[in-house]
């Protein structure tokens, strides 16, 4: 009997990931929501800039790959194109809050009917370990080397508090995958990221709290302790937004 | 036959589209162009189409990309500094081999320039309109008719070829009324096999994409890319040619410039100079064989332009620079006078007769 195995909406591509990055869990966690609602043949995913651009390779469903920062609007494009597809963004945090912020916030305020997988990760891994938006106030990265002063670099941006506040969006979780009850969590709300566009819902955005051991100088391990001593601290897990929740 | 309406430019772009089958129209407010969107946004509801005032220009062209990506007609309006904003769309396109129609009315510039007609995005709209090696096949209307007929020839060759189609009209095409007859063309239908539908079950996925990272890969993709436009450039390249069997002088000129140029050429063949006109109406691919024809004939050149002189410079390789090209030329909104044409068209007669 097979107790585990791999989503049929993940292809058989090695993924290129680091040791210990979390983002293979967070494929995982997509593909399964997606075979667990059957709608693999009938999805289209927009893949974005940074270390998931190539995310096309790894789903079966249609793909396309979007500008840093447009993957909403491409998103936008293809849901009304055929609103009866499932569309859903998988976008990074310098990707979603930083380049495309405004596409962000404009697509939650018209309440597209498309699910985004806001991957957080406090660093832009791709291009070497940069200062992201959602870099903490005294993160060492390559552009805060002495780590990020809020004087000069600003403070970071919680999108789901800030996203909370607009009508349009229907459903913003933020959950992290640093622990077994953690990625249990996480596939519950991305599951239902993913129902609430098949039901018609709206917008919904699930913030995963996501590892870089490469760009942070730590092992896996530590990667994950991290998570909880620092990055949830600031960013809280929980519902920020559930516009359903009372008729559920 | 459909009747004669009295139209503006823009409005005949924005119902010329939707008998050309486009049903996803997305843009920005910004003048001079604002009727397609304002034309859009009345008639997308009644059609069962989708009229989206977009946050910027780039989520405009983006959700363009979008559209396009799953194998449907969609398009973007826009004026000079909003185009500026979607060169990083139309380079995606072009990265991407979707097909989608791009209008430009022009307006001066540079930076915010002004909002009066203006030619002066002629480089951009022919070499540099994003990164990368790419081209637009780039239409030049002179009239609202042509206004109407361009954006239906535009979606049918984007289809054709896999390409972006930009109209570039400068803003008094865009502005000025004129009667226009329109009638739905005759649809072709183009297989995509490679647009996204979802796979069904039935087929491996597809995937619209840019990114090539083992070089090998990407130069493969360019020089493909660069056959297939070499194809447009043997098929597709036109222009109207006026008076220019017997020319000793032929004027170049494009949209309203060719219409100023029409006006200067009749009043100096009543003075018995002989002179034509050759109106570019692909400014990409550039008509280079009539311009090279002319040179058989012609002594001498006048490109006639609403910009510091940027057509020019195809006029001279068009004939590998064997004629004197002069230019007459008004920017930052304002329009040569059939006067200033004729003066120069007259001036260069004086020479050649000298």
Redesign the interface.
Known sequence: MTVFAKPKSL?DAPLHYCPGCTHGIIHRLVAEAIDELGI?????G??SVGCS??A??Y?????????HG?AP??????????PS?IVFTYQGDGDLASIGT??T??SAARGENITIIFVNNAIYGMTGGQMAPTSLPGQITQTSPYGRDVATQGYPIKMCEMLSQLDGASYLERVAVNSVKNVRNAKKAILKAFRNQVEGKGFSLIEVISTCPTNWGMTPEKALAWVDEKMIPYYPLGVYKDKYAEVQ | MAEKVLMKGNEAIAEAAILAGCR?Y?GYPITPQTEVAAYMAKRMPKIGG?F?Q???E???I?????????G?R?MTSSSSPGISLKC??LS?LAG?DLPALVVNVERGGPGLGGIQPSQSDYFQATRGSGHGDFHMIVLAPASVQEMASLTMKGFDLADKYRMTSMILADGTMGQMMEPVILEAPELVKYEKPWA???????R????????FLVPEDLEKMNFARYERYRTVEENEAAAEEFMMEDAEIAVVAFGVAARVSKNAILAARERGIKVGLIRPITLWPFPKANIAAAAAHAKHFVSVELSMGQMIEDVRLAMDCARPVSLVNRAGGMIPSPDEVLAEIEKIQGGIHA
């Open positions: 292809t693999e043949g009938r999805t289209i927009v893949a651009v190539m096309y390779n789903f079966t469903v249609d793909m396309v790959q979007a500008a447009r609007a491409v998103a936008t494009g293809v849901k009304r194109s055929d597809k405004c596409e916030v404009h | 996803h997305f989708t989206l977009a946050e910027s780039i989520a405009a983006n959700m363009v990309i979008g559209v396009a990506s799953t449907k969609a990083e769309g995606y991407c996204l539908t979802g796979t069904d079950g039935k491996p996925h597809n995937i619209v994409n840019s990114l």
